[in-house]
């Protein structure tokens, strides 16, 4: 994988934020956060593993 510092970071801070943002929004209307923050937990390691996945099919 040839991805440069600076992507990288910018991948890794988007994905982190793409895994609180379904939190945040939960808690800010109020509603019990547990559900949704483990579904973000479970979904977003192999969201990422795919996307860097087919980031490298693209490269080839």
Same mark, same amino acid.
């Given at each position: 994988?040839?991805?440069?510092?600076?992507?990288?970071?910018?991948?890794?801070?988007?994905? +982190? &934020?793409? @895994?609180? #943002?379904?939190?945040?929004?939960?808690?800010?209307?109020?509603?019990?956060? *547990?559900? +949704? &923050?483990? @579904?973000? #937990?479970?979904?977003?390691?192999?969201?990422?593993?795919?996307?860097?996945? *087919?980031?490298?099919?693209?490269?080839?």
């Amino acid at each position: 994988m040839d991805l440069s510092d600076l992507e990288f970071w910018a991948l890794l801070a988007i994905a +982190i &934020a793409g @895994l609180f #943002l379904p939190v945040t929004i939960v808690w800010w209307k109020g509603r019990p956060i *547990l559900p +949704i &923050a483990v @579904l973000s #937990l479970v979904f977003w390691p192999g969201a990422l593993i795919l996307a860097l996945q *087919l980031r490298r099919r693209q490269d080839l």
